[in-house]
Every structure is written in structure tokens, then in C-alpha cells.
């Protein structure tokens, strides 16, 4: 171990003894939130608060009604009032005189930088907005998204946003297949793709692999193909057309119309606890007032001064309310990176950082433990004296991790803020509010401004310092409004547990003596590697069908890397032996139907699976068994030497590796 490293080892030994973090004088004299005067507000009325955010942004027509509250789970917010979201996040710019600042410094993972501007993002939005009613599109129609980290995902996105079509975007990592999934639920007319995308000095084909899936969707009318890559893109003459040539041909000017403050924005895919995947709806007027809002009072964002870089994908709800909608709203200036944060060297992140000047930085724990594990040298290459704000989303962050990115990324000065949020509730709900809250490593701390969140037992009553089930209070201006098609799956998921007024998370959670809330994990059957959400039902039916495989069982096995790893419990066909190459086999077959995130981690062989007699799989004792823990109870098995038999499983599988 270097000897900087020895020091800092000590260092964060010392600063786990300190209980409590506050921000520096330095930080809190110029922080937006000095005092609790915009809690005791939304206390006294949280509807006429989010009104106040509401009137944040330009309306084409006032509400009527702020919350309209009467027929939950469905709410609704600034019913009556109109806007559009895309001059929320460019005209109203440009129209003040800031069409020169730059939205986006673009960096590509060859080191290419393009600058893009708001009076640049306003002129091309328009286009595509353009040309895609040119093909048809109209207000409500379901624009399909499958793009890298490329400005033009950007201006796809607000194109579909100008006119009232909501989009549905895929993050790039997961298999076409996926796509496929996504653009058939969601009945999407149109996608927007590219011919390649690059990944750590690779380029992989997308439009051909889309192809090789799509080409019985009869839904999917038009594709569009972003010329990224170069690649060889296929194309089907009347369906497909190439992005830069409809811009060139499309009209200039597409006012933005306004649209009701409920028209829906978009729908994005995400992990529930059975295979098919949850179509999150989340509408106009209510989201961007959240998301506004909470992009600038969590970030203590000033426009005019910082630079913001949120390092997720666009893919995710971070990168929708967090790269595009929250900084655009804001007139913020944003870093956007295409490549992994290892390539071509670990030090691109602070790279960019120096380069940039970024002085508010937005990312996962599970990154942060990479870099952990990669060295203090990389982080101490680079000048990181910009920085002054650093935040965390996705999992829950184990204190020294927390620890290691206050000390080594931000030298000590830099508040930290833990936002707890899912892709349902649209914007961060937990978290410090930077210039006021005394942090606790580990903790989201407390409910935003306008946020009522306790931490319920099975009962539904306040579960005091025990362990409980984080629920939310009240509604919320960006919450979800359905499950795209599936009204009846919303109210069961979210809304059945406790009744109609209050929302289920689906998290674990305690509340402590101090008030502060710690996320635990999910208690549904949702895995959370690397932050990215997955559904056990999900991997275990691309598992399952692999022409060898019999039944698979999946489980979510702590990970120190990746806060959770994907376990799967596989039994073959007939009298086969499970090898090595079968393994690979599965991993690969996993990539193809999901994607490679979905790839599990450990794959154990089973001649059986843990059942009741009912034939239920009982996941409980695989996690155990998993994690070497003492086995619960065993008498509800059909079989009970079944658990033998998996233990043996395990100690070979652990022979191997070791
Ligand atoms: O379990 C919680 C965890 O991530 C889940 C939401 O996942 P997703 O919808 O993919 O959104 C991730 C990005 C917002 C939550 O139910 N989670 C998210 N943030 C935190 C967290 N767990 C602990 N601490 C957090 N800060």
C-alpha cells in the first residue's frame, strides 16, 4: 500500500468515529437553503408549496385546481393549467438572452468534444419535432428512444416532448430483444436509434441488431437511424430514415404548443417483481415543477456559475430527471460523457472534471467503490478544486464509500448529498438539502421540503426505531400517474398495502433516534446491482429459456463491488452435468434477452430447488444458503435434503473459484 494510502486509511478510520457532517461555513453562507423556513411552509401546506415551485416555470394557462386529490391512487396536479416542457427547457433561454450558454459540453470516448448550446438545442429540436409530425407523429403517440450518450438524445427527447408524444426510452445497455419488449407494450409508431454505438474502443452494430428483432412489429411504423458510428445501417425504404437528412429537410420554426399540465411526457420501463417489466407513466406540469425544483435545491444549483455533471445514463430515471429535464429547466450547464468511467484510462472522470471545471458531481455508490478499488492516483492526477457539491443515487451507500468520496474526491469541503428516489416518484424525495442538513454517512437523512415519507410496520402504524416499510405520506407533484395500460397492476403494487392514500415503496427502512431515515434495500423480489433495478422473475424466464435448462431460481447475493450481484440456482434438462462452457453458455444467452447487466454473477447447479409443498420456490433459504448463513426453518420443504444437496453445490462451486 502507498504510503498517501496509508494515511488516508487513517484518516477514514478517524472520521468513522464522527457522527455527524455539517457543511462548511464557507458552503452554507452562499448555500440557496440556509434555514428551515421552506420546511415549515410545506408544513403548514404542502399544495400551496408546490404551487409556488409550479409558478417557477412559464405557463401558456394558469390551473384551475393545484391537487386534485379525489379519486386516489389517480392524482392530479395543476389540473387546468397548460405549458410545454420543451420551452421550459429551451425557448424560455433563449428568449432571456441566454441561447449562447452551453447545455451540454459533449465529450465522446475517443476524446471528441462538441460544445452544444441552447439556441443549438432549441434549432434542432424544432426540426425533429418537425419531422417527426412529417411521419405522422401526433400528440400521444409513443415515441421509442434507443440512443448512446449523444446529444441527440437529447434533442429526441424534447423534439417528442414538443409535440405532446411521449417517449419511451431504452437504456443502450440492454439487448434489442428488450427493445423489441418495450416498443410492443408500449404500441410505440416510431424509434429513434443509431447506427452504432462505441463502448471502451469497441463498436457494436445497433440499427442491424434492432433490425434482426423488430421486423414483424407491426406497430412500429418509421425508424429513425442517428448517424453515430458510421456502421453499416440497413435500410427499409418508406420505414427507415437517417436523422441528419430529416433535419436538413425539415421547416425551422415549430412553435411549441401547449399542452395540458397531465399530458403524459413519458413512459419508462422498469423492474418489477414479476418478468414483465412495469411501464412508468409520469406526466407534464407536475414532474418538470419537481424536477426543477428539486435539480436546484439539492444541487444548491447557480445557473449562471456552476457546471453540473450527472454521470448516469439518459436511460434511466437519473438521466431523464437529472441530465435532461431538472438542468434544462434550470438553465443549467451540464458535462455529458459517452464512455465508461475506466476508458481509455480510470482517470477520465477526473479528467473531465479538471477540463470542465465541474464544480457539482452526481453519481452511484457502486461507482465510487470502483474507483475506491481502483486508487487514490487516479482521483490525484487531476485538479478536483472545483468541486464544492457531490451527490449519490440508486443504492444505499455503505459510510466508507461515503467516507473515501468526501475525503478523496471533494479534499473534506464538499457536502454530500444521498438522494433516495425511484424511477415511480420521478424526483428525489429523501435527501439533505445541502447547506443545512448535518449528514450522517450513510443516510438520505430527511423528506425534502413538500415530501411526508415514515417508515410504517406491517400494520401500517410508525414502526418507532424498528425496521419498517418506508411509505410515503402524501401525494407529490412528480409522482407516477399509472402503469402505462395496467391501472389495475398500479393500485395492487403500490396502493393496496396501506390503502389508497398511502404509497408502498417497496423499500426497507429505519428511522432513527434523530429522525434521519436509512434505506435498507428492496423487499420485493427486485435485485439492485449497481444501482441498475432487475427483476429476479425477469432473469429467471431468460434463464429458463435456454433449450438446456430446466428451472432456475435467482436470488440478489450481497456484493461488496456491486452492492448486489445476481446468484442463479439452475437445474438442467435430463441427466446433464452442469460445465463451464454451459455457464458461459447461460451469461451470454441472459445478455442476448436482457442485456448484459442481467448477466449472472454466480451460477450454482441444483438437481433440485428448495419448494414448499404448494411449489413455491422458497428464496428465503437460497439467500441464506447463498451468504453461508444458518439455515431458518426447513420442515415446510417437500424435500428437505434438497438443502444438502445445495450446500454440497455451493462448497464445489466455491472449490472452483478459489
Ligand atoms: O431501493 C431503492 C434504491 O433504488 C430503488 C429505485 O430504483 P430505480 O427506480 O431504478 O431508481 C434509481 C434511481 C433513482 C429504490 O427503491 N435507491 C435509490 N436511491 C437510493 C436507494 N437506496 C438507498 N439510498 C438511496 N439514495
Given at each position: 500500500?502507498?504510503?498517501?494510502?496509508?494515511?488516508?486509511?487513517?484518516?477514514?478510520?478517524?472520521?468513522?468515529?464522527?457522527?455527524?457532517?455539517?457543511?462548511?461555513?464557507?458552503?452554507?453562507?452562499?448555500?440557496?437553503?440556509?434555514?428551515?423556513?421552506?420546511?415549515?411552509?410545506?408544513?403548514?401546506?404542502?399544495?400551496?408549496?408546490w404551487e409556488?415551485?409550479?409558478?417557477?416555470?412559464?405557463?401558456?394557462?394558469?390551473?384551475?385546481?393545484?391537487?386534485?386529490?379525489?379519486?386516489?391512487?389517480?392524482?392530479?396536479?395543476?389540473?387546468?393549467?397548460?405549458?410545454?416542457?420543451?420551452?421550459?427547457?429551451?425557448?424560455?433561454?433563449v428568449?432571456?438572452g441566454?441561447?449562447?450558454?452551453?447545455?451540454?459540453?459533449?465529450?465522446?470516448?475517443?476524446?471528441?468534444?462538441?460544445?452544444?448550446?441552447?439556441?443549438?438545442?432549441?434549432?434542432?429540436?424544432?426540426?425533429l419535432?418537425?419531422?417527426?409530425r412529417?411521419?405522422?407523429?401526433?400528440?400521444?403517440?409513443?415515441?421509442?428512444?434507443?440512443?448512446?450518450?449523444?446529444?441527440?438524445?437529447?434533442?429526441?427527447?424534447?423534439?417528442?416532448?414538443?409535440?405532446?408524444a411521449?417517449?419511451?426510452?431504452?437504456?443502450?445497455?440492454?439487448?434489442?430483444?428488450?427493445?423489441?419488449?418495450?416498443?410492443?407494450?408500449?404500441d410505440a409508431?416510431?424509434?429513434?436509434?443509431?447506427?452504432?454505438?462505441?463502448?471502451?474502443?469497441?463498436?457494436?452494430a445497433?440499427k442491424?441488431?434492432?433490425?434482426?428483432?423488430?421486423?414483424?412489429?407491426?406497430?412500429?411504423?418509421?425508424?429513425?437511424?442517428?448517424?453515430?458510428?458510421?456502421?453499416?445501417?440497413?435500410?427499409?425504404?418508406?420505414?427507415?430514415?437517417?436523422?441528419?437528412?430529416?433535419l436538413?429537410?425539415?421547416?425551422?420554426?415549430?412553435?411549441?404548443?401547449?399542452?395540458d399540465?397531465?399530458?403524459?411526457?413519458?413512459i419508462?420501463?422498469t423492474?418489477?417483481?414479476?418478468?414483465k417489466?412495469?411501464?412508468?407513466?409520469?406526466?407534464?406540469?407536475?414532474?418538470?415543477?419537481?424536477a426543477?425544483?428539486?435539480?436546484?435545491?439539492?444541487?444548491?444549483?447557480?445557473?449562471?456559475?456552476?457546471?453540473?455533471?450527472?454521470?448516469?445514463?439518459?436511460?434511466?430515471?437519473?438521466g431523464?430527471?437529472?441530465?435532461v429535464?431538472?438542468?434544462?429547466a434550470?438553465?443549467?450547464?451540464?458535462?455529458?460523457?459517452?464512455?465508461?468511467?475506466?476508458?481509455?484510462?480510470?482517470?477520465?472522470?477526473?479528467e473531465?472534471?479538471e477540463?470542465?471545471?465541474?464544480?457539482?458531481?452526481y453519481?452511484?455508490?457502486?461507482?465510487?467503490?470502483a474507483?475506491?478499488?481502483?486508487?487514490?492516483?487516479?482521483?490525484?492526477?487531476?485538479d478536483?478544486?472545483?468541486l464544492?457539491?457531490?451527490?449519490?443515487?440508486g443504492?444505499?451507500?455503505?459510510?466508507?464509500?461515503?467516507?473515501?468520496?468526501?475525503?478523496?474526491?471533494?479534499?473534506?469541503?464538499?457536502?454530500?448529498?444521498?438522494?433516495?428516489?425511484?424511477?415511480?416518484?420521478?424526483?428525489?424525495?429523501?435527501?439533505?438539502?445541502?447547506?443545512?442538513?448535518?449528514?450522517?454517512?450513510?443516510?438520505?437523512?430527511h423528506?425534502?421540503?413538500?415530501?411526508?415519507?415514515?417508515?410504517?410496520?406491517?400494520n401500517?402504524?410508525?414502526?418507532?426505531?424498528?425496521?419498517?416499510?418506508?411509505?410515503?405520506?402524501?401525494?407529490w407533484?412528480a409522482?407516477?400517474?399509472?402503469?402505462?395500460?395496467?391501472?389495475?397492476?398500479f393500485?395492487?403494487?403500490?396502493?393496496?398495502?396501506?390503502?389508497?392514500?398511502?404509497?408502498?415503496?417497496?423499500?426497507a427502512?429505519?428511522?432513527?433516534?434523530?429522525?434521519?431515515?436509512?434505506v435498507?434495500?428492496?423487499?420485493?423480489d427486485?435485485?439492485?446491482?449497481?444501482?441498475?433495478?432487475?427483476?429476479?422473475?425477469?432473469?429467471?424466464?431468460?434463464?429458463?429459456?435456454?433449450?438446456?435448462?430446466?428451472?432456475?431460481?435467482?436470488?440478489?447475493?450481497?456484493?461488496?463491488?456491486?452492492?448486489?450481484?445476481?446468484?442463479?440456482?439452475?437445474?438442467l434438462?435430463?441427466?446433464?452435468?452442469?460445465?463451464?462452457?454451459?455457464?458461459?453458455?447461460?451469461?451470454?444467452h441472459?445478455?442476448?434477452?436482457?442485456?448484459?447487466?442481467?448477466?449472472?454473477?454466480?451460477?450454482?447447479?441444483?438437481?433440485?430447488l428448495?419448494?414448499?409443498?404448494?411449489?413455491?420456490?422458497?428464496?428465503?433459504?437460497?439467500?441464506d444458503?447463498?451468504?453461508?448463513?444458518?439455515?431458518?426453518?426447513?420442515?415446510?420443504?417437500?424435500?428437505?435434503?434438497?438443502?444438502?444437496?445445495?450446500?454440497?453445490?455451493?462448497?464445489?462451486?466455491?472449490?472452483?473459484?478459489?
Open positions: 500500500m502507498a504510503h498517501s494510502d496509508m494515511t488516508l486509511e487513517a484518516r477514514l478510520e478517524q472520521l468513522q468515529q464522527q457522527k455527524w457532517f455539517e457543511p462548511t461555513p464557507q458552503f452554507r453562507e452562499r448555500s440557496l437553503v440556509a434555514d428551515d423556513a421552506m420546511h415549515r411552509e410545506a408544513d403548514s401546506d404542502f399544495v400551496a408549496f409556488r415551485q409550479a409558478r417557477e416555470l412559464d405557463w401558456q394557462r394558469e390551473w384551475t385546481q393545484a391537487l386534485d386529490w379525489s379519486n386516489p391512487p389517480f392524482a392530479r396536479w395543476f389540473d387546468g393549467g397548460q405549458l410545454n416542457v420543451s420551452h421550459n427547457c429551451l425557448d424560455r433561454h428568449e432571456a441566454r441561447g449562447d450558454r452551453v447545455a451540454f459540453h459533449w465529450r465522446g470516448e475517443e476524446g471528441e468534444e462538441r460544445d452544444v448550446t441552447y439556441a443549438e438545442l432549441l434549432r434542432d429540436v424544432q426540426k419535432a418537425n419531422a417527426l412529417e411521419l405522422g407523429v401526433k400528440s400521444g403517440d409513443v415515441v421509442g428512444v434507443y440512443l448512446p450518450m449523444i446529444p441527440e438524445v437529447v434533442v429526441a427527447m424534447l423534439a417528442c416532448a414538443r409535440i405532446g411521449p417517449h419511451n426510452v431504452v437504456f443502450g445497455g440492454f439487448s434489442p430483444e428488450s427493445v423489441r419488449e418495450r416498443m410492443e407494450f408500449s409508431r416510431v424509434l429513434i436509434t443509431a447506427d452504432g454505438a462505441r463502448r471502451k474502443g469497441r463498436v457494436a445497433v442491424s441488431a434492432v433490425d434482426d428483432v423488430m421486423g414483424d412489429l407491426r406497430s412500429l411504423e418509421r425508424v429513425i437511424v442517428v448517424r453515430n458510428t458510421g456502421t453499416d445501417a440497413p435500410m427499409t425504404d418508406g420505414r427507415d430514415f437517417f436523422y441528419d437528412e430529416l436538413a429537410s425539415a421547416a425551422d420554426a415549430c412553435p411549441a404548443e401547449p399542452f399540465a397531465e399530458h403524459p411526457l413519458f419508462l420501463y423492474s418489477g417483481s414479476t418478468a417489466p412495469k411501464g412508468i407513466l409520469h406526466t407534464s406540469g407536475g414532474y418538470l415543477t419537481q426543477a425544483f428539486t435539480h436546484k435545491y439539492v444541487f444548491d444549483l447557480k445557473a449562471d456559475e456552476d457546471v453540473y455533471w450527472c454521470s448516469a445514463d439518459v436511460g434511466w430515471i437519473t431523464h430527471t437529472y441530465i429535464y431538472g438542468p434544462l434550470n438553465g443549467a450547464t451540464s458535462v455529458m460523457y459517452e464512455g465508461a468511467p475506466d476508458y481509455p484510462d480510470k482517470d477520465i472522470w477526473w473531465l472534471v477540463r470542465y471545471k465541474v464544480s457539482l458531481f453519481t452511484a455508490p457502486t461507482a465510487i467503490r474507483c475506491m478499488k481502483w486508487g487514490v492516483e487516479y482521483p490525484q492526477r487531476r478536483l478544486s472545483s464544492r457539491l457531490l451527490g449519490t443515487v443504492e444505499p451507500i455503505n459510510p466508507k464509500a461515503w467516507l473515501w468520496y468526501r475525503e478523496v474526491i471533494g479534499s473534506g469541503r464538499c457536502p454530500i448529498v444521498d438522494t433516495w428516489w425511484q424511477t415511480e416518484t420521478g424526483a428525489i424525495m429523501i435527501s439533505p438539502l445541502p447547506g443545512l442538513t448535518k449528514a450522517k454517512p450513510g443516510s438520505a437523512t423528506p425534502l421540503p413538500g415530501v411526508k415519507a415514515a417508515v410504517l410496520d406491517g401500517g402504524e410508525e414502526a418507532g426505531a424498528e425496521q419498517g416499510y418506508l411509505a410515503l405520506k402524501q401525494p407533484p409522482m407516477l400517474r399509472t402503469l402505462y395500460k395496467e391501472p389495475e397492476r393500485i395492487e403494487t403500490y396502493w393496496s398495502k396501506y390503502g389508497r392514500d398511502t404509497y408502498f415503496v417497496g423499500d427502512a429505519r428511522c432513527d433516534e434523530d429522525g434521519y431515515f436509512w435498507i434495500g428492496r423487499v420485493d427486485v435485485i439492485n446491482v449497481s444501482g441498475h433495478r432487475l427483476s429476479t422473475a425477469e432473469v429467471e424466464s431468460a434463464i429458463v429459456s435456454h433449450e438446456r435448462v430446466a428451472e432456475a431460481a435467482v436470488i440478489g447475493q450481497a456484493d461488496e463491488d456491486t452492492g448486489q450481484g445476481i446468484t442463479a440456482f439452475v437445474t434438462q435430463g441427466a446433464q452435468d452442469g460445465t463451464d462452457e454451459l455457464v458461459g453458455d447461460i451469461r451470454e441472459v445478455a442476448k434477452r436482457i442485456g448484459k447487466l442481467a448477466r449472472p454473477k454466480r451460477v450454482i447447479w441444483a438437481d433440485d428448495p419448494k414448499t409443498r404448494s411449489g413455491k420456490i422458497m428464496r428465503r433459504l437460497l439467500r444458503i447463498a451468504e453461508g448463513r444458518e439455515l431458518g426453518d426447513v420442515t415446510t420443504l417437500r424435500d428437505p435434503d434438497v438443502m444438502a444437496q445445495l450446500s454440497a453445490s455451493i462448497a464445489r462451486h466455491e472449490d472452483d473459484e478459489g
